[in-house]
């Protein structure tokens, strides 16, 4: 069997091409970007997930990737995948955000631990959250849905050298401001609770001068925290999935989805 050099680039162009845009999706996606999964593992999906899909793509254009058109090709691709993720990375930011607001108001700003989505050190409550939400990401099957938009994108934003967008960008970027929206709404119970617990302490605090309102404040800041947060969950539930559907809608208009 011979094969030409153009039929050669044909078929390393149909996967490679692909490969870009997922790889580079995986990579900025935090649920598979976490600093708990190993670099290889994120490779071997990309890889996994671009053989299952090349047969369902429409045709890829031939392009030689050492050429300029192949680099700005590549570029393409990877701002493509990058934007895709960075959407849901702005999601799980809102409870990272509302989490440390939470931990500031309680006293346990200083109670830290690594964040596997940033890889940066953020509170304790943060981790809590983020971990909550992960895991209710999995059960709504948030996964496979992200996955199949993805797919679609090939569709609607099919491989070539016209990408996203100044516009599109400018949208994401006005998106943004729902991490700190969204974080006031999943921090304002808590946030308010504490507001009077602490407004009454002050009140104690000038009644009884003697009383060593620091001590005796401290842990029951830190308690009715606590409870405020357990309260509270169902609403930080109603909120992710409120911000997970509106971060679909962005998604689908980032690879002109209607």
């Not at 900025?28 to 708990?36: C, G, K, R």
């Not at 939470?102 to 109670?111: S, T």
């Not at 990401?137 to 016209?162: E, K, N, T, W």
């Not at 002050?202 to 308690?223: C, M």
Request: hydrophobic share 60%; glycine share 8%; charged share 5%.
């Amino acid at each position: 069997m011979l094969f030409t050099g153009a039929e050669i680039s044909a078929m390393v162009g149909n996967y490679v091409w692909p490969f870009v845009r997922i790889a580079a999706f995986v990579a900025a996606m935090p649920v598979f970007a976490s600093t708990f999964i190993n670099t290889r593992i994120r490779l071997v999906l990309a890889i996994a997930l671009t053989i299952v899909t090349v047969p369902l793509l429409p045709e890829v254009p031939q392009i030689d990737a050492v050429s300029i058109n192949g680099v700005l090709l590549i570029m393409h691709q990877v701002l493509i995948g990058v934007a895709m993720g960075a959407v849901f990375h702005m999601v799980f930011a809102v409870f990272t955000i509302g989490g440390q607001i939470i931990a500031m108001q309680m006293g346990l700003g200083f109670a830290t631990m690594i964040d596997p989505v940033n890889g940066s050190q953020a509170p304790v409550l943060s981790m809590f959250y983020i971990l909550l939400v992960t895991l209710f990401f999995f059960l709504m099957d948030g996964h496979l849905a992200v996955i199949g938009l993805l797919v679609d994108s090939f569709r609607s934003l099919p491989i070539g050298l016209h990408g996203i967008s100044s516009a599109t960008w400018w949208s994401i970027i006005v998106w943004g401001s729902n991490m700190f929206s969204g974080a006031i709404m999943v921090s304002l119970p808590a946030v308010t609770a504490l507001l009077l617990i602490n407004m009454s302490l002050g009140v104690i605090g000038r009644a009884a001068p003697q009383l060593n309102i620091f001590a005796v404040g401290f842990s029951i800041t830190i308690t009715a925290g606590f409870y405020v947060i357990l309260v509270s969950l169902p609403v930080v539930l109603v909120q992710f999935e409120s911000i997970t559907l509106m971060a679909f809608d962005l998604m689908k208009d980032i690879v002109g989805m209607k």
